[in-house]
């Protein structure tokens, strides 16, 4: 559509007009153009079209089916200005150069006096300045995390309306809301944000640390060593001034650096570097603390009172993140017990039941979190989740839960067992012929291992186990079963 709203006119290739502005409703003269390769009968079609799209655009230009093409073609006609004023400029310093060029070169010393003519910024800086209906204005990005915005007006709040009318003469790219909504009622609204307040009289300061070596390394892994780390000496005595993310990070509200001195951790960094301490060493490698920075917390509650003073490219997310893995510090140390379910989440121990009439799979209760900057205040935002989970139950169960998987066919059942980690519960190896093998394969770590896949269906599956008879997996499994019973 936006070849018949746009020029050139793809009716008649005139490219002083558009299609909505073409008179020339006569298909036989249209020779040339996008248009003028259609049949007449096409044609013919395109005419009425064409003058649907008049009688519309007669009715309301500002109609959402012209608004990108009519933006098109202003962009267009701005574009097109800009090239032309360009090439004059161009074309009357290229005269000029020519001019002086020919008056020059009679004389004996024409080079000296031929003066260098350049393309660009040779006058004053010269600026296009367009206006239009905010009807028309195209839609733009939302502000970016580290633009200048101006927040709404919190009530009761005299220190942020100061420093929001200290705000009022400087020029924003959105224009600001001065006032709150009057209702004729008063409600009471319920929301899932907290407060979260700081004493003015400290100073609010979080130093962020590292272990480098954790980098790259899977979460699981990463987890078991940092459990490790925050078990050493120093660490474990100062336990109550850190928290950490159990991946690569650690945040205290106390700087660590003496700590590590006092504990006679070597200080391993070169000089003019960042601080780094040696802090253990392990099977995988020796593990060290690295400082980061440090950073003021202030920043954050003068971000949302909007000071005027603090700079516009004030980075918050750095100062959210470390908060965040200091209320994960509150949840673990809660009287509920929990279990972490990732990033900013978990799950009570005491909220979980069976899904429906399945043995394999229950659903779990539990809570997500993350603080944000608010209109006037730091805010903690919880929300509730509920999560599927597998059972802690021999897998020869699952693959027999006709509750969960009865309708299951065997290849889609492969795939949702495909990657779930197991614990194998019998011996493997033979402890008097092979005693380092046998207590490799049984150590708690070769126990765990991740389905990769399935064989044949148990009831198909043939083995003989040791010293008895030949049968299938599913007769094996469910004799034991039976036995168990009686």
């Not at 793809?10 to 049949?39: F, I, M, W």
């Not at 005419?47 to 230009?61: F, H, N, Q, R, S």
């Amino acid at each position: 559509m936006d070849h018949f709203l746009i020029t050139p006119c793809v009716r008649c290739d005139d490219a002083s007009h558009s299609c909505l502005e073409c008179s020339n409703t006569t298909s036989s003269n249209n020779q040339s153009g996008p248009y003028g390769s259609l049949k007449p009968g096409k044609k013919l079609g395109a005419d009425k079209w064409i003058e649907a799209l008049k009688t519309k655009y007669a009715e309301g230009p500002l109609n959402l089916i012209f608004h990108n093409a009519i933006v098109r073609k202003e962009e267009q006609d701005r574009q097109k200005a800009f090239d032309d004023q360009r090439r004059t400029k161009h074309e009357s310093k290229q005269t000029i150069a020519k001019a002086i060029v020919g008056f020059t070169t009679s004389g004996s010393d024409a080079e000296a006096s031929v003066p260098q003519v350049s393309d660009t910024n040779s006058g004053p800086e010269e600026n296009c300045t367009f206006s239009y209906d905010r009807a028309e204005v195209p839609a733009r990005r939302t502000p970016g995390a580290n633009d200048l915005q101006r927040m709404p007006a919190a009530p009761n709040r005299p220190d942020f309306d100061n420093g929001l009318a200290k705000l009022e003469h400087r020029k924003l790219e959105y224009p600001a809301r001065t006032e709150y909504a009057e209702y004729p009622t008063s409600e009471k609204l319920v929301t899932n944000h907290f407060q979260l307040f700081r004493k003015k009289r400290d100073a609010l300061k979080l130093y962020e640390y590292k272990i480098p070596e954790l980098e790259g390394k899977g979460k699981r892994k990463a987890r078991a060593i940092m459990e490790t780390i925050i078990k050493c000496q120093v660490l474990s005595r100062n336990a109550s001034d850190f928290a950490t993310d159990y991946f690569t990070t650690i945040v205290a509200w106390t700087d660590l650096e003496p700590v590590m001195r006092d504990g006679g951790h070597a200080l391993i960094s070169p000089q003019n570097e960042p601080a780094k301490y040696h802090i253990l060493r392990t099977p995988d490698g020796p593990f060290s603390l690295q400082y980061v920075r440090t950073v003021d917390m202030r920043d954050l509650f003068d971000y949302v009172n909007m000071k005027p003073d603090l700079g516009v490219d004030t980075n918050i997310k750095p100062m959210v993140n470390l908060l965040n893995i200091i209320i994960s510090k509150c949840v673990e140390q809660s009287s509920v017990g929990t279990v972490p379910g990732g990033a900013n989440k978990f799950y009570r121990k005491d909220a979980h039941c069976s899904l429906g009439n399945s043995v394999s799979l229950c659903t779990h209760r539990g809570y997500s979190y993350t603080v944000k900057a608010g209109a006037g205040a730091v805010l903690l935002n919880m929300n509730s989740l509920t999560s599927a989970f597998w059972c802690p139950i021999m897998f020869d169960r699952v693959m027999r839960d006709n509750a969960a998987f009865g309708n299951v066919d065997w290849n889609t059942f492969e795939g949702l067992v495909t990657g779930l980690r197991v614990y194998i519960t019998y011996d493997r190896g033979d402890e008097k012929t092979d005693p380092e093998a046998y207590k490799r394969l049984n150590s708690e770590e070769s126990r765990i291992k991740p389905i990769v896949g399935l064989g044949n269906l148990a009831k198909m599956q043939e083995f003989t186990p040791e010293g008895g008879k030949k049968t299938t997996v599913a007769a094996y499994f469910e004799a034991r079963e039976y036995s168990s019973r009686s």
